[in-house]
């Protein structure tokens, strides 16, 4: 069973909308949690980085929340673009060299 | 930036071909790692290098295995391709004692028949 589940596995937004991204985890023990993105044919490229201590960072539209009591975390992606359409991949790591990937969530923005 | 370069963007190869996929950087990072993404799985790590010539087993090994002679380039070598490696391969890389320095390539997929 994957420890890092993801939901959605994909949804469509009309363009200049909000949706959140739900990330469940059960890594043990834990060191960070990152949010990815990664457009069609390409590799991931990192969007939020936040350790046990941080619940929420920003980075332009995108907004990620962890608490690391439930093991939850969300992304946010505010008055969504185009150029938003991605897979959206959250990655829990419990130390420097082990990465554990969720499957992701396929976001389509639509005009 | 950091530049990982993966040597071809798409491949196809016969069953039992050997089979090289080259990465390349340019920050002198130590660390370098090859993934395999799949669809509704994970990217799932196959082998990682702290340094040159220093290799460690990923979560799926079997089948493959790597060479890294030069500290910027890490080849991820499948023996004798089998169409069960069809697959999205990922290269990445990150300086030693960093956590968040990740950098991935573009890619190469695989197809096997």
């Known amino acids: 069973k994957n420890q890092v589940e993801q939901s959605p596995q994909s949804l469509i937004i009309l363009e200049g909308k909000n949706c959140t991204l739900q990330c469940n985890y059960t890594v043990s023990p834990f060191s960070n949690l990152r949010w990815y993105k990664q457009d069609t044919g390409r590799g991931p490229v990192s969007l939020t980085i936040?350790?046990?201590?941080?619940n929420t960072k920003s980075n332009g539209r995108y907004t990620a929340t962890l608490d690391a009591d439930t093991k939850q975390s969300s992304l946010h992606i505010t008055a969504s673009q185009l150029s938003d359409s991605a897979s959206y991949i959250c990655?829990?790591?419990?130390?420097?060299?082990?990465?554990?990937f969720g499957a992701g969530t396929t976001v389509t923005v639509r005009a | 930036d950091v530049k990982v370069t993966q040597s071809s963007r798409y491949l196809v190869k016969r069953t039992g071909e050997k089979v090289f996929l080259e990465c390349v950087q340019d920050m002198d990072h130590e660390n370098m790692f090859w993934y395999r993404q799949d669809p509704g799985l994970g990217l799932r790590l196959i082998y990682f290098?702290?340094?040159?010539?220093?290799?460690e087993k990923g979560d799926i090994p079997e089948g493959y295995s790597v060479s890294r002679e030069k500290k910027e380039r890490f080849s991820l070598i499948l023996e004798s391709a089998s169409t069960n490696q069809t697959s999205m391969y990922l290269c990445a890389t990150k300086r030693q004692g960093v956590i968040y320095g990740y950098t991935f390539g573009s890619g190469t997929r695989l197809t096997v028949v």
């Open positions: 936040m350790t046990f201590s941080e």
């Open positions: 990655v829990v790591s419990p130390n420097d060299y082990k990465l554990s």
């Open positions: 290098s702290y340094d040159v010539k220093m290799k």
